[in-house]
T-cell receptor, first 116, second 111 residues
Framework: DTGVSQDPRHKITKRGQNVTFRCDPI?????LYWYRQTLGQGPEFLTY????????KSRLLSDRFSAERPKGSFSTLEIQRTEQGDSAMYLC??????????????FGAGTRLSVL | GQQVMQIPQYQHVQEGEDFTTYCNSS?????IQWYKQRPGGHPVFLIQ?????EVKKQKRLTFQFGEAKKNSSLHITATQTTDVGTYFC???????????FGTGTRLKVLA
């Protein structure tokens, strides 16, 4: 068990609906990442938080995607007006912080989204 | 933008044979990490390389970072069925906070 929790594990939704995922990182990890992974591909970077600040967001991410980490602990990823192309595994990872020994990413089990 | 490619995409080996996957970045990296993802699982950290030309070993696994810090390799000696999974490299570039994951090499070990 890596300690990063994601909820829900699976989400089935109809096209056009909004969905929200939650990630609880390992306690005291101040860096949090969201990735998207489709079958046969590597994790694709979506966004990154240092504590509560969102420091980087993928240019590939449409305006329908938003992420928050209001208190620097858990994070949420919302997708508005879902499309079938949003179907994927959404992975969250956390790391302790800056520095070579502190930037190991620990991944959660992911949330699998299916858009019908 | 930065791209990280891995070859081969798939590799099937007989148990006991060696396996190597190669990772190539379009830009110079600050450091590189390797992860293993079992079927149905999530990526699990294996190792991090920082220095140019660095070589690290973990039991049957040998990791190398190229002199130019643009490529890396993972070599597994005498594969076992427990080595099955997809191996990803993830490169960290300068001027960014993000790791770019490679396309992965899926290893299948035949008993």
């Amino acid at each position: 068990d890596t300690g990063v929790s994601q909820d829900p594990r699976h989400k089935i939704t109809k096209r056009g609906q909004n969905v929200t995922f939650r990630c609880d990182p390992i306690s005291e990890h101040n860096r949090l990442y969201w990735y998207r992974q489709t079958l046969g591909q590597g994790p694709e970077f979506l966004t990154y938080f240092q504590n509560e600040a969102q420091l980087e967001k993928s240019r590939l991410l449409s305006d329908r995607f938003s992420a928050e980490r209001p208190k620097g602990s858990f994070s949420t990823l919302e997708i508005q007006r879902t499309e079938q192309g949003d179907s994927a595994m959404y992975l969250c990872a956390s790391s302790l912080g800056q520095g070579i020994s502190k930037n190991i990413q620990y991944f959660g089990a992911g949330t699998r989204l299916s858009v019908l | 933008g930065q791209q990280v490619m891995q070859i081969p995409q798939y590799q099937h080996v007989q148990e006991g044979e060696d396996f190597t996957t190669y990772c190539n970045s379009s830009t110079t990296l600050s450091n590189i990490q390797w992860y293993k993802q079992r079927p149905g699982g999530h990526p699990v950290f294996l190792i991090q390389l920082v220095k140019s030309g660095e070589v690290k070993k973990q039991k049957r696994l040998t990791f190398q970072f190229g002199e130019a810090k643009k490529n890396s390799s993972l070599h597994i000696t005498a594969t076992q069925t427990t080595d099955v999974g997809t191996y990803f490299c993830a490169g960290f570039g300068s001027g960014t906070y993000k790791y770019i994951f490679g396309t992965g090499t899926r290893l299948k070990v035949l008993a």
